[in-house]
């Protein structure tokens, strides 16, 4: 006769095996999708190099051979049997990241030069597939909107135009399909609100800022210490918490799983300003929902519930505004690399190339259009450029054609969501809700899970 579990005895075989593999929970593709190609970017950006060579080290089948059989084995016990609402969290947290799992086992067999040709293809298909249900396929309402303020009217504007600067426009015109016209607006909230969420974001994480140099600007070196500091004042570094650098990255980014937060070695130097959002959005937010949901005893919400990542990516870029005390565009230029790719211009499909000698002109007008003073406008808006289109194209070969990595298209979609949730908020006990763990708040069944951690950590 098999064994037959109560829900406590299946959470505490989960969390188990969790615990021995918390990548089970905590799985994110982009860290296995980091490759080399940074090493390639010069030769790239100045003609010399005309195709990257996206390998991926991490993205091996024996790394997702291991990780795979402790799914399974989290899996099993929660599929049948006496449930609870969290052991049915758990099964939806550890479910959503077996998804992830076959996103980046497809990625491996079409970036495989062992594998045919016809599984490649196969695989190709099924990463697109993976890759839209996990994070959302780009909207073309969106996107036309996006590209006509970005694209059309940069393109038509002519005035004092040098003759350097009239060909980049006429080069940009011939690469762009034509934009459909759209009424979606996108979503900005109001003065009064940002005002009232900035009150109330700066009372709670003025002293976790507390320790950066109004005056300085930090090495990446710093960096990582200042965020260590900000780590032991939120309560992460008793937890085990850590910043460190990371090889072959530029970004900056939390890893729940390993309890690391992230900082590129390529990255620049920053200013306290800017150090100071990144705090909030990085520490405040994406650790501080994770210590408080582990703090609970709540292993889904510690590293993610099913579907939790537009609402957090938004929720982190919206309070870091607040923070700052006025909105900013967000993910703009990985919505129109997303679109471009994907031909949302009325034209056909673009890899990594033809996607890149787009956005480079873009970003090149941005700068000219704004300030005529740089002379290195051309050299600054290809590096940009680079780097936002590696991060939409990671996980692929880049030479396929339509094929992107759509997880950055959250920093933009789920903006009004958490703006229309903020707006109802006046107090710090009602921001604790957003803080209870990484989750949707936006969704009913996680906002009863916000509760419950609430409730569990007050009585603490």
């Not at 604790?432 to 899970?449: M, P, T, V, W």
């Amino acid at each position: 006769m098999s064994e037959t579990l109560n829900s406590e005895q299946k959470i505490s075989r989960v969390e188990t095996i969790v615990e021995n593999h918390p990548e089970v929970a905590g799985l994110q593709a982009f860290e296995y999708f980091r490759s080399k190609a940074w090493d390639q970017k010069e030769a790239f950006i100045s003609g010399e190099l005309t195709e990257l060579d996206l390998k991926y080290p991490a993205l091996n089948q024996d790394a997702i051979v291991a990780i795979r059989n402790p799914m399974l084995d989290a899996l099993k016990p929660l599929m049948s049997g006496e449930k609870s609402e969290k052991s049915e969290a758990l099964y939806d947290a550890v479910e959503y990241r077996y998804s992830e799992l076959f996103m980046m086992d497809m990625s491996r067999i079409m970036n495989s030069t062992a594998a045919s040709n016809e599984d490649r293809i196969e695989a190709e298909k099924w990463f697109v597939i993976a890759n839209e249900s996990l994070y959302g396929k780009p909207n073309k309402d969106v996107f036309s909107a996006l590209a006509k303020r970005k694209i059309s009217e940069r393109i038509h504007q002519r005035t004092n135009d040098d003759e350097s600067t009239t060909q980049l426009r006429n080069e940009l015109n011939k690469l762009i399909g034509p934009i459909d016209e759209t009424e979606y607006e996108p979503f900005v909230p109001s003065v009064e609100l940002v005002h009232r969420i900035s009150l109330l974001v700066r009372e709670r994480f003025s002293d976790l800022v507390s320790h950066i140099d109004s005056t300085k600007r930090y090495t990446i070196d710093e960096m990582v210490k200042v965020l260590d500091i900000s780590l032991e004042k939120i309560g992460a570094k008793e937890l085990g918490w850590k910043a460190e650098l990371v090889p072959d990255s530029s970004a900056l980014a939390v890893s729940a799983h390993k309890k690391i937060v992230e900082v590129g070695e390529n990255r620049q130097s920053t200013m306290a300003r800017k150090l100071k959002i990144l705090n909030i959005h990085e520490i405040a937010v994406h650790v501080g929902r994770s210590i408080n949901a582990e703090k609970a005893g709540w292993t889904s919400a510690r590293y993610g519930q099913d579907s939790y990542l537009k609402f957090e990516e938004a929720l982190a870029v919206a309070l870091q505004d607040a923070y700052r005390g006025r909105p900013r565009e967000h993910g703009v230029d990985y919505q129109l690399i997303a679109g471009l790719a994907y031909g949302l211009d009325n034209h056909t499909p673009r890899d990594f190339n033809e996607a890149y000698e787009i956005m480079w002109r873009i970003k090149a007008l941005e700068k000219i259009d704004s300030v005529k003073t740089d002379p290195n406008i051309g050299e600054s808006a290809k590096s940009i450029a680079f780097k936002r289109c590696l991060r939409l194209f990671r996980g692929t070969t880049g030479k396929q054609k339509g094929v992107v990595s759509l997880k950055d298209l959250a920093y933009f979609d789920g903006q009004e969501s958490v703006w229309s949730i903020l707006k109802d908020i006046k107090s710090q006990d009602e921001l604790d809700y957003l803080f209870a763990g990484k989750l949707d708040n936006s969704k009913e069944e996680h906002q009863r899970i916000a509760e419950q951690i609430i409730m569990t950590n007050r009585s603490i």
